[in-house]
């Protein structure tokens, strides 16, 4: 099982941190031991000074794939929930001045939190799903999906071409413009067309 991440799919996200909006999809990965699984207490690292949250959609594979064409892409994922993509952002601000790749920054133990993931059903408008993320009881993020640079079925089919997908394999989407630190003691909780999938706190 892998977890691919999207980066700079949402314009207004890409603005804030003061990157272009890219003319194909940014691609990251995380391994295995980056999943942060459900009820399992999240820990500030030790090494960052700056911990930003993104929440994000995350989408669920449930068939093997490679170079999958994109009017065929969405046999490819039946399931979908919020995540939070933490990322040590003084980490990897160091890491993107010199040129150097991303993953102490974004790749972590425990650096790709997931909640609970709801089926896909054939009624389920993928082109309009409105997600939040809350801190302390106030919201810090939203967004839509319709404001994807790229469609959950352009991002697989893109994936597809250089990562075989396969059964169980996680893909982060990107986040919407709001991210922001967040500190010992708070508490996040992520919530998919109103429905509160995610909640954890930093210990
Ligand atoms: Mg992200």
Known sequence: ??????????????????????????????????????????????FTNELHYECELVLRVCKNGKYIQERHAANYYNAITVGIDFTARDIQDECKKNGLPWEKAKAFDNSAAVGKFIDLTPDFNKKNINFSLNKNNETVQQGNSGQMIFSFDSIISHISNYFSLNIGDLIFTGTPAGVGECVVGDELEGFLNGQSLLKLEVK
Do not use: W
């Open 1 to 46: 099982m892998k977890i691919i991440c999207i980066g700079r799919n949402y314009a207004d996200h890409a603005a804030e941190l003061g990157n272009a909006v890219p003319e194909e999809p940014v691609i990251f990965m995380k391994p295995k031991s980056a999943l942060l699984q459900a009820h399992t207490p999240f820990y500030y690292p030790e």
